[in-house]
């Protein structure tokens, strides 16, 4: 008869699997300390209990869906942004900790006590837009997306988080808001080469929703089109915040040279890799 096991030996077991299947062993903590409402330290405090009976089932259907690399915030329904827990779900995005600095940096270069409006493309899961609105209550937001899903997940999000304070609108980049004008237009489109696609991690390929990772032209796609339509929506003064991947940085500044009225500047991100730009809107007299 074997021992009661614990939720100590049932993480280690799970690491072993995992990472000898090359999937990330940090999976199996999140999963666990999400599904019990725990932090790290009660997780700690928790190592050598024994699992309860009525967990038992629930963390061995978790593991195979890890051990199937299927994201840990997919299985649990969650995913953290600047501090706030959002409803994520097949077909939607997993926000990143790295768009976080992109975030930050918006909320740096706008002054918090002025009226202000933020458009956020691509909204995804809502990270973006919910993370502004929730940092910045005299600010109005709003944010798009081309699929129902993501809108849906992003209304649900904000519904609970920011009640009241975003407008979502259905549509393609700056469609839905053809006659408006923002302070401040931020975006983490798809930006992915197809031909990247082998070197990317298995969950990601296998489980995120190709429209948002993806574009043509080497990725450069939808950055063409931001930048060439964001003169269009942006206040005189305005800002265009925008992710990109490490190695995008001179196509990124090329498109940026046909639009005069738009002074780029580049930053890096904490880990020193070129991930984004804010390009401040001088019309042209």
Same mark, same amino acid.
């Given at each position: 008869?074997?021992?009661?096991?614990?939720?100590?030996?049932?993480?280690?077991?799970?690491?072993?699997?995992?990472?000898?299947?090359?999937?990330?062993?940090?999976?199996?903590?999140?999963?666990?300390?999400?599904?019990?409402?725990?932090?790290?330290?009660?997780?700690?405090?928790?190592?050598?209990?024994?699992?309860?009976?009525?967990?038992?089932?629930?963390?061995?259907?978790?593991?195979?869906?890890?051990?199937?690399?299927?994201?840990?915030?997919?299985? +649990?329904? @969650?995913?953290?942004?600047?501090? $706030?827990?959002?409803?994520?779900?097949?077909?939607?995005?997993?926000?990143?900790?790295?768009?976080?600095?992109?975030?930050?940096?918006?909320?740096?270069?706008?002054?918090?006590?002025?009226?202000?409006?933020? $458009?956020? #493309?691509?909204?995804?899961?809502?990270?973006?837009?919910?993370?502004?609105?929730?940092?910045?209550?005299?600010?109005?937001?709003?944010?798009?997306?081309?699929?129902?899903?993501?809108?849906?997940?992003?209304?649900?999000?904000?519904?609970?988080? +920011?009640?009241?304070?975003?407008?979502? #609108?259905?549509?393609?980049?700056?469609? =839905?808001?053809?006659?408006?004008?923002?302070?401040? #237009?931020?975006?983490?489109?798809?930006? #992915?080469?197809?031909?990247? &696609?082998? +070197? %990317?991690?298995?969950?990601?390929?296998?489980?995120?929703?190709?429209?948002? $990772?993806? &574009? /043509?032209?080497?990725?450069?796609?939808?950055?063409?089109?931001?930048?060439? @339509?964001? =003169?269009?929506?942006?206040?005189?003064?305005?800002?265009?915040?925008?992710?990109?991947?490490?190695? @995008?940085?001179?196509?990124?500044?090329?498109?940026?040279?046909?639009? =005069?009225?738009?002074?780029?500047?580049?930053?890096?991100?904490?880990?020193?890799? /070129?991930? %984004?730009?804010?390009?401040?809107?001088?019309?042209?007299?």
């Amino acid at each position: 008869m074997s021992a009661p096991e614990t939720y100590n030996t049932w993480l280690q077991t799970l690491h072993q699997q995992l990472t000898a299947q090359g999937l990330d062993p940090d999976g199996a903590e999140y999963v666990l300390t999400t599904r019990q409402g725990w932090t790290n330290t009660d997780l700690l405090l928790h190592l050598r209990t024994v699992i309860p009976a009525d967990l038992q089932q629930q963390l061995v259907s978790d593991a195979k869906r890890l051990l199937a690399a299927e994201p840990a915030q997919y299985i +649990v329904g @969650q995913a953290w942004f600047y501090g $706030l827990p959002l409803q994520v779900a097949p077909g939607v995005l997993i926000p990143r900790p790295e768009t976080e600095e992109l975030v930050a940096w918006l909320l740096a270069s706008l002054p918090a006590d002025r009226p202000v409006s933020v $458009l956020d #493309i691509g909204t995804g899961s809502g990270a973006i837009a919910i993370a502004v609105a929730h940092e910045r209550p005299r600010w109005s937001v709003t944010a798009t997306d081309i699929s129902p899903r993501a809108l849906e997940v992003a209304t649900a999000n904000a519904q609970r988080l +920011v009640p009241g304070r975003i407008r979502f #609108i259905q549509g393609d980049l700056f469609r =839905p808001v053809a006659q408006d004008r923002f302070t401040a #237009i931020i975006s983490n489109p798809p930006y #992915i080469a197809w031909g990247e &696609a082998a +070197v %990317m991690d298995q969950s990601v390929k296998q489980y995120e929703p190709s429209t948002a $990772l993806f &574009a /043509p032209d080497n990725g450069h796609a939808l950055y063409a089109q931001l930048i060439d @339509q964001a =003169p269009d929506h942006l206040a005189a003064g305005g800002q265009l915040f925008l992710e990109h991947g490490y190695h @995008q940085r001179p196509a990124l500044a090329a498109l940026l040279a046909r639009q =005069p009225g738009l002074v780029p500047e580049f930053r890096a991100d904490m880990a020193g890799h /070129p991930r %984004m730009v804010r390009a401040v809107y001088r019309p042209q007299v």
